[in-house]
């Protein structure tokens, strides 16, 4: 922790005064709350819109009015090759090759997809590893994929029990799971950031591990894309799928992004396939045999829903404007700020969950409250009655997140004189 921190008004201004990156907060419409802007610290759930998204969702309400069907090849992103308008950014902020990301679909339908060619069960090697409690859509998932293919998820789904004392998971555990069960595993599948402790998990590791084993690799990505410093590439994973409406704020039920390594670019992959992922070159010649794409733009099924995908356009600028190592940077430090107020102004109200490693956690701590549910419960209504705004998660966790894209540190201190106000009532 860093021992220039201070909790006074002076010391915040001061700190959000020299930030480099304070100019992107104007870019964003910060919800307000009793005529002044609220504390949105929820970016981890849904991300704030950026001013930029009507501006290009305009332009493309323009272009159907203006072009109609035409507009698949007219106007300055004529939407045949929309994919590209994102490709650049998308491929900064995972640490991918151009040809390793698409954005298609939603994240639950990836997953499904993209296990359909990467878990591939056999006899000898049916089974998934996962962790225990899961965001329900990966527990769905995985169970219904097992059964799908005739195996059942009493066997075939190994889920790993945290190890560690606030309900983490050691990179440890993964590692003796792996040398107890590996011959038997088809497929390891584990999330970047945990949703619930706010965990980051070390993929080049886990994947170096897995292969190891000889199996296959793959990511949600849904608490960690915009958040970490991601290398997808060089982590070697085989696959990894994500959303665009946590930390990319690209606006409710926005597009999923999704992740296959080149070295599967033209592999023979089975697939379940459609039109759009037809190579360009022969895809309007209407065929009956299917062409892919090389690449993840092969597992595309249908033409891209372009009033879903713009928002992400604008997102995408701002991070290309800031780069995502001055994000991190920044991040680590507002992160850091809040953790050293939960813990020195906080303490016996609050305890984090969230590892205290910069490097084993994003811009998410995950706060436990100690006098229990009904307690908690009572302090995330406060909380919300005074215009901060986190997110609750049974039975006794509020989870903050200070984005760095348009969190102050101005955000955390005033969430730790609500969290006082309340105690003090
Ligand atoms: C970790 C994780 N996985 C999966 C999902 C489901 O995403 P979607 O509803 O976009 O398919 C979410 C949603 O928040 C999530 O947090």
């Known amino acids: 922790m860093d021992a220039s921190f201070a909790a006074t008004a002076a010391w915040a201004t001061a700190a959000d005064a020299a930030d480099p990156l304070r100019a992107l907060r104007d870019e964003f419409l910060i919800p307000s709350h009793a005529g002044s802007d609220g504390v949105y610290l929820c970016g981890n759930s849904l991300g704030l819109q950026p001013r930029g998204v009507r501006r290009v969702l305009d332009a493309e309400l323009q272009s159907w009015a203006e072009n109609a069907v035409e507009g698949h090849f007219k106007g300055t992103t004529p939407w045949l090759s929309y994919q590209a308008t994102v490709r650049d950014g998308l491929t900064e902020v995972v640490g991918a090759l151009p040809s390793e990301v698409v954005a298609m679909n939603t994240l639950g339908v990836n997953l499904h997809l993209l296990m359909a060619s990467f878990y591939r069960p056999t006899r000898e090697r049916p089974a998934i590893l996962a962790e225990a409690g899961s965001f329900p859509t990966d527990r769905y998932a995985l169970a219904s994929q097992v059964r799908f293919h005739g195996f059942d998820p009493a066997e075939a789904l190994i889920e790993l029990e945290p190890d560690e004392p606030h309900g983490t998971l050691s990179l440890a555990a993964i590692e003796r799971a792996l040398d107890e069960h590996g011959a038997r595993i088809a497929l390891v599948l584990l999330p970047g950031v945990q949703y619930r402790t706010g965990q980051a998990f070390d993929l080049k590791a886990i994947t170096a591990l897995a292969h190891r084993h000889g199996c296959m690799v793959g990511f949600d990505l849904a608490h960690a894309v915009g958040n970490l410093p991601l290398a997808l590439h060089d982590a070697d994973v085989d696959f990894a799928v994500w959303c665009h409406y946590k930390y990319l704020n690209a606006g409710p039920g926005a597009v999923g992004g999704a992740f296959v390594h080149a070295r599967h670019a033209r592999a023979d992959l ?125 039975p006794d966790v509020i989870r903050v997140a200070p984005t760095p894209l348009y969190n102050r540190y101005a955000d955390c201190l005033a969430f730790t004189h609500a969290v006082q106000a309340w105690s003090k009532h």
């Open 270 to 394: 089975p697939r379940l396939a459609g039109w759009w992922g037809n190579d360009e070159a022969t895809r309007f010649l209407m065929r009956p045999e299917f062409q892919p794409t090389p690449g993840a733009e092969g597992w595309q099924i249908s033409n891209p829903p372009i009033f879903a995908l713009a928002p992400l356009r604008a997102s995408l600028e701002l991070f290309q404007r800031a780069g995502m190592p001055a994000l991190v940077a920044k991040s680590r430090r507002l992160t850091g700020y809040l953790e050293w107020l939960v813990v020195t102004q906080l303490g016996d109200l609050l305890e984090v969950v969230t590892p205290p490693e910069p490097e084993r956690r994003g811009a998410q701590l995950s706060l436990r409250v100690r006098a229990g549910r009904e307690r908690g419960r009572a302090l995330f209504d406060h909380l919300v009655a005074h215009g901060i705004v986190g997110d609750w998660r049974e």
